[in-house]
């Protein structure tokens, strides 16, 4: 498997447009995460899906923020209008059901760096 | 609030030394993760550990759960140039799917 697939690595653009980041999962996983990473706060979760439904959405930071699942094979992350602040690393991880230790792996993708000017 | 506090921050060693990277919270964690990050790339999981006192080997490296499930540390006995990375813990509490990551602990290993 190609593991988990971001598109594009770097995205440059300026502040008030819109922005659409893209994930393909792992084949199989039924778990898919967005997350966001920068220096001042770390790695934070924003959004994950189980079986293409948002189950958690409460890491989004505003409205400006949006998540899509349309099928087990892809989702958007999508940020109207962007703003300076929104400049990060998003990733996007998938996983499959916890297994019998009570955990789950999740495999991230390489990212997609965000720059907004 | 950042619930997983990570220290040291920062650490630059010389190869061949040891070191220990500690991961600490007041909340009680089912499960607790660690990863290592390569700059340009994702987080990539080394161990997960759902017992308190649970220790885990893997290779050079060993992880260790507290007993009350609030902790963890990661030792590295003599480090090489290819442990270079930023050290994640990640901790899910019971009957949840998130994790929660800590602050991270950047490792520099210098030949």
């Known amino acids: 498997d190609a593991g988990v697939i971001q598109s594009p690595r770097h995205e440059v653009t300026e502040m008030g447009q819109e922005v659409t980041l893209r994930c393909k999962p792992i084949?199989?996983?039924?778990?898919l995460f967005w997350y966001r990473q920068t220096m001042m706060r770390g790695l934070e979760l924003l959004i994950y899906?189980?079986?293409?439904?948002?189950?958690?959405d409460s890491g989004m930071p505003e409205d400006r923020f949006s998540a899509k699942m349309p099928n087990a094979s892809f989702s958007t992350l999508k940020i109207q209008p962007s703003e300076p602040r929104d400049s990060a690393v998003y990733f996007c991880?998938?996983?499959?059901?916890?297994?019998?230790?009570?955990?789950?792996?999740?495999?991230f993708g390489p990212g997609t760096r965000l720059t907004v000017t | 609030t950042q619930l997983l506090e990570q220290s040291p921050q920062f650490l630059s060693i010389q190869e061949g030394e040891n070191l220990t990277v500690y991961c600490n919270s007041s909340?009680?964690?089912?499960?607790l993760q660690w990863y290592r990050q390569e700059p340009g790339e994702g987080p990539v999981l080394l161990v997960t550990v759902v017992t308190g006192g649970e220790v885990k080997k893997l290779k050079r490296l060993t992880f260790q759960f507290g007993d009350a499930r609030k902790d963890s540390s990661l030792h590295i006995t003599a480090a090489q140039p290819g442990d270079t990375g930023l050290y994640l813990c990640a901790g899910a509490r019971a009957g949840t799917y998130k994790y929660i990551f800590g602050t991270g602990t950047r490792l520099k290993v210098l030949a």
């Open positions: 991880a998938s996983s499959f059901s916890y297994v019998s230790s009570g955990s789950y792996e999740q495999y």
């Open positions: 084949s199989g996983h039924d778990y």
């Open positions: 899906f189980n079986n293409n439904v948002p189950i958690d």
């Open positions: 909340s009680v964690f089912s499960s």
